[in-house]
């Protein structure tokens, strides 16, 4: 097995969101056990502390619809210098949210460092909604709804980085799964980028295997890099209640525990987010660990050694 250096990024930005309480998730995490969890597998784990936000207040705020842009700008920005530096490193970054907001700065971050290392970045987005809105769309405001538009180099996001976006991932390179609730404006803008979407049905009939194998062997194909951006509402809510987004019909347990095996035997992961646990919702941290236990599916943890690699 590859021992990773992994390196955790808190984020605990909770303005992306439409409830407060993701402020308190990196700690969750820590406190669950997360680091404890990768370094019995053999990985080495240094904790960075949580980042602080960026000062973006002289920006102006893009129309009236959007909440919290300046503290959101602020942390984008802060993110994204973050995951370029650490992108071009040999380590695995991950990203201990916070609200997927975070990803605005994470994704862009893991691009721009790809980009410079000569490879595509592929994004896997775990999610109940394909956070596919832009400034122009967003119904609730809530920016938690908007990074996978904006890492697709989507227009209408003037301010957030300062700069216009110079190494956008490509929307071919990207696969929603588990999606279950998508706006309607959204869904416009997804259907007309060509970004990969599979929803829970696809997940019933087919099953995991046959979904994600043939999109990782893209990744192979490609010698891409790999971004995987697991939002807790992936899972269904009665195994994963801490979330202010919940959607009934997520993911199973097992379901979520293939992903990450496979994820895993595949060998192409390089950096992860973690994002919307929302420990104020949380039934004695049964999410919390749940999460620590998923990605510690993805770093190698399994039940029994096979011979052969089947992804
Ligand atoms: N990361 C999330 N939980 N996103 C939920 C987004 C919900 C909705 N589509 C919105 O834009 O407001
Ligand atoms: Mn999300
Ligand atoms: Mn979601």
């Given at each position: 097995m590859v021992n990773h250096d992994v390196v955790f990024v808190g984020a605990p930005i909770e303005e992306g969101a439409g409830r407060r309480g993701c402020v308190m998730g990196p700690d969750a995490y820590r406190t669950a056990g997360l680091a404890e969890n990768l370094q019995a597998l053999g990985h080495r784990v240094t904790d960075i502390g949580n980042l602080q936000p960026e000062d973006a207040h002289t920006e102006k705020v893009p129309n009236g619809t959007v909440k919290n842009f300046h503290t959101v700008a602020g942390w984008t920005r802060s993110l994204y210098k973050t995951a370029s530096e650490l992108g071009q490193k040999a380590v695995f970054p991950v990203y201990l949210g916070g609200d997927h907001a975070l990803a605005l700065g994470t994704v862009a971050g893991q691009s721009l460092a790809a980009n410079r290392l000569g490879k595509p970045l592929f994004v896997l987005w775990l999610d109940a909604h394909s956070d596919f809105n832009t400034f122009d769309t967003t119904?609730?405001?809530?920016?938690?709804?908007t990074p996978l538009a904006f890492a697709c180099g989507l227009k209408g996001f003037d301010g957030l980085l300062g700069h216009p976006l110079s190494h956008p991932v490509a929307p071919r390179n990207v696969e929603i799964l588990g999606v279950r609730s998508i706006d309607p404006k959204e869904r416009e803008l997804l259907v007309d980028c060509g970004a990969g979407v599979r929803d829970m049905r696809m997940i019933d009939e087919m099953g995991i295997p046959a979904l994600l194998a043939p999109f990782l062997e893209r990744v192979r194909a490609a010698n891409g890099l790999l971004h995987v951006s697991l939002d807790v509402d992936f899972l269904d809510p009665g195994i994963a209640p801490a979330v202010g987004t919940t959607v009934p019909g997520g993911a199973t347990f097992r379901e979520a525990h293939l992903v990450m095996e496979m994820l895993h035997d595949s060998g192409l992961v390089t950096s992860l987010d973690l994002v919307e646990l929302n420990p104020f919702l949380d039934d004695r941290g049964m999410t919390a660990r749940l999460m620590v236990d998923l990605t510690a599916s993805l770093f190698g943890r399994r039940v029994f050694d096979r011979p052969t690699r089947s992804f």
């Open positions: 119904e609730s405001g809530n920016l938690h709804g």
